[in-house]
């Protein structure tokens, strides 16, 4: 799809992901429609079928989402399982029913089995399993989106793609105990220690575990480059295939933070799955597209935004 002069319409434009791609899209040619949750309340049919038949956009770039956070998951999987299928089921029925081109759905590489023998995401294994239990509720209802896009392809022809994103982190991040995701969570750690002069801080796991953390601006990309140039069924994975132990992630934030003190490992904290980490063949062979940011650099523009604006940042719920 060719963006020039069209009409996107990018869902959850005030939260994490919505909000970059929205700073990303104003260097292009296009007109961007970003609704507040008032103008468009997704769970509401009502509101989602008089937003798309009176604005009429080319391409729904779709990030919103009541989601956000291990801890938010686990307290709250009804909610989350309800309102969640209710904006995927809204947005994808009147995107097609209101002429939009493509749907751009953010999916997420949660959920993937949790269970894979290799420990490797590959598309082609997506639906190969039962989710983790701990993530299930936020799980299905992405499972549920992939597959009724691919419903729609099917009988009426419509463009659903489906990306599925990895960890993520950047700027104006959510930072908050209940919400926050592993990265933004310990550099709120790190931080809050380093201002109250504490001489350690407790991470829990044996810090073995290995993930991939994909900093926000090359999700970004890799999202419009998606808009612009892929049109498959199959999802694609949007991670860095770079495999990061816990243990080299808190050391990274505490050497970047300045922090002064210890690392002290709560060995009886839960560490997960031993290796979760995408494979990106396939978005590197279809997109061209590859993360820019290594860790170090990622991670420094992070703890940089969240010192300057650590009042705000923490005020975010
Ligand atoms: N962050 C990650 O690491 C990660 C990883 C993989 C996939 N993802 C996916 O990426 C997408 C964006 O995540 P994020 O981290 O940017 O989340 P976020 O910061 O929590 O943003 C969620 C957005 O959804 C909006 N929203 C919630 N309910 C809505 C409703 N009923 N109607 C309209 N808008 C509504 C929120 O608006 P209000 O603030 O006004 O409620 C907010 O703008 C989600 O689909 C998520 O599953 C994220």
Not at 58 to 81: E, M, Q, T, Y
Not at 212 to 226: G, Q, R, S, T, W
Not at 268 to 293: E, F
Request: charged share 25%; net charge positive; proline share 4%.
């Amino acid at each position: 799809m060719n963006l020039k002069n069209k009409k996107i319409l990018v869902t959850g434009g005030s939260g994490f992901l919505g909000g970059h791609v929205i700073e990303k899209l104003r260097n292009f040619d296009v007109q961007i429609l970003a609704p507040n949750h008032k103008e468009l309340d997704l769970i509401r049919e009502e509101s989602c079928r008089h937003y798309l038949l009176n604005q009429k956009p080319d391409l729904v770039i779709h990030c919103a989402g009541a989601i956000s956070g291990l801890l938010n998951i686990l307290k709250n999987p009804a909610d989350i399982f309800d309102n969640n299928l209710r904006i995927n089921l809204n947005i994808l029925k009147f995107s097609y029913k209101f002429g939009v081109e493509k749907l751009i759905n953010i999916g997420s590489t949660c959920a993937y089995p949790g269970e894979l023998p290799t420990g490797y995401f590959r598309e082609e294994e997506f639906l190969n399993g039962p989710m983790h239990e701990s993530v299930e509720s936020y799980g299905f209802s992405k499972r549920a989106m992939y597959i009724g896009g691919k419903a729609y392809r099917q009988q009426f022809g419509f463009n659903s793609v489906t990306l599925l994103l990895t960890n993520m982190y950047g700027p104006r991040d959510v930072f908050s105990i209940e919400r926050s995701h592993v990265v933004s969570a310990l550099i709120k750690k790190f931080i809050d220690a380093k201002r109250k002069k504490e001489p350690s801080v407790e991470v829990l796991g044996t810090g073995k575990a290995i993930r991939e953390f994909l900093y926000v601006e090359d999700a970004v990309d890799a999202i419009i480059k998606a808009a612009e140039l892929y049109d498959e069924e199959m999802p694609l994975n949007v991670g860095t295939g770079v495999e990061t132990p816990i243990a080299e992630l808190a050391e990274s934030i505490k050497e970047i933070s300045n922090y002064p003190g210890k690392i002290k490992w709560n060995t009886k904290g839960p560490d997960g799955a031993l290796r979760k980490v995408s494979d990106i063949s396939r978005i590197t062979n279809k997109l061209k597209w590859k993360p820019k940011y290594d860790l170090k650099a990622g991670l420094t523009k992070t703890i940089k935004w969240f010192e300057n604006n650590y009042e705000s940042a923490i005020a975010k719920i």
